[in-house]
C-alpha cells in the first residue's frame, strides 16, 4: 500500500496539529495502521495504532490524553489529532500499515510506510 502522510507544522506549545495519512493500492479496510514518529537523533518510536474498524487502539504513554488516532475507511485515510503539543513532541511523523486485524507497537511489524510529516513545537 502507498501512503502519503501530511498536516505537520510549525506551532507553539500548547498548539495542536491534525495529521492525515492517504492510503492507496490495497483495500484500506482490512489493514491495521498506525503513526510513528522519529526526533534528529532518536529510535523511531511508536505513538498509535488502530485495528482495521476502530475496535481497538492503543497509545504510547506519552500520547494518552493528548493524541487521538482515528481512521474514515470510506476516504482511505487515518488520522492523528495532536493537542497540548510540548517540545518534545517535535519529530518527523510516519503513518504505517500492516495486514491483519491485531495492533502492533513494533516498527518491525509493519510492512508499508509513509514518507513522513515534519511537527516543530517551539516553546
Known amino acids: 500500500v502507498q501512503l502519503q502522510a501530511s498536516g505537520g507544522g510549525s506551532v507553539q506549545a500548547g498548539g495542536s496539529l491534525r495529521l492525515s495519512c492517504a492510503a492507496s493500492?490495497?483495500?484500506?479496510?482490512?489493514?491495521?495502521m498506525a503513526w510513528f514518529r522519529q526526533a534528529p537523533g532518536k529510535e523511531r518510536e511508536f505513538v498509535a495504532a488502530?485495528?482495521?474498524?476502530?475496535?481497538?487502539?492503543y497509545y504510547a504513554k506519552f500520547a494518552k490524553g493528548r493524541f487521538t488516532i482515528s481512521r474514515d475507511n470510506a476516504k482511505n485515510r487515518v488520522y492523528l489529532q495532536m493537542n497540548n503539543l510540548k517540545p518534545e513532541d517535535t519529530a518527523i511523523y510516519y503513518c504505517?500499515?500492516?495486514?491483519?486485524?491485531?495492533?502492533?507497537?513494533?516498527?518491525?511489524?509493519?510492512?508499508?510506510w509513509g514518507q513522513g510529516t515534519l511537527v516543530t513545537v517551539s516553546s
Open positions: 493500492g490495497r483495500t484500506f479496510s482490512s489493514l491495521s
Open positions: 488502530i485495528t482495521w474498524n476502530g475496535g481497538s487502539i
Open positions: 504505517a500499515a500492516r495486514s491483519g486485524s491485531f495492533n502492533s507497537i513494533r516498527k518491525d511489524d509493519y510492512e508499508d
